[in-house]
């Protein structure tokens, strides 16, 4: 099982930025790929970027060129670079970890964007 801690999340005024964490410890070595999901009030968890390790990146579309995900294999750590910040952009924003057993996740962190 691989544990995932978030960290970053606070309020921002639109146009900000704000760096997400996401430490991961257990069984690391059997993670092949992680991801960032954000789920906001009354809507469903959606995808915002992922990483294969080893692989590429993906993004949904309405994060592109604003979000970047990236990893720090020495640090165990992904990280995601929220910029242009946008109302729409509010949620609790959670990691996962993808393994052969399965997919674990993080407890998540608010972001708020409001001026």
């Known amino acids: 099982q691989v544990q995932l801690v978030e960290s970053g999340g606070g309020l921002v005024q639109p146009g900000g930025s704000l760096r997400l964490s996401c430490a991961a410890s257990?069984?690391?070595?059997?993670?092949?790929?992680m991801g960032w999901y954000r789920q906001a009030p009354g809507k469903q968890r959606e995808l915002v970027a992922s990483i294969i390790f080893g692989g590429g990146t993906d993004y949904a579309d309405s994060v592109k060129g604003r979000f970047t995900i990236t990893r720090d294999n020495a640090k165990n750590t992904v990280y995601l670079q929220l910029n242009s910040l946008k109302a729409e952009d509010t949620a609790v924003y959670y990691c996962?970890?993808?393994?052969?057993?399965?997919?674990?996740w993080g407890q998540g962190t608010q972001v708020t964007v409001s001026s």
């Open positions: 996962n970890a993808r393994t052969l057993a399965g997919v674990d």
């Open positions: 257990g069984s690391i070595f059997r993670i092949y790929a």
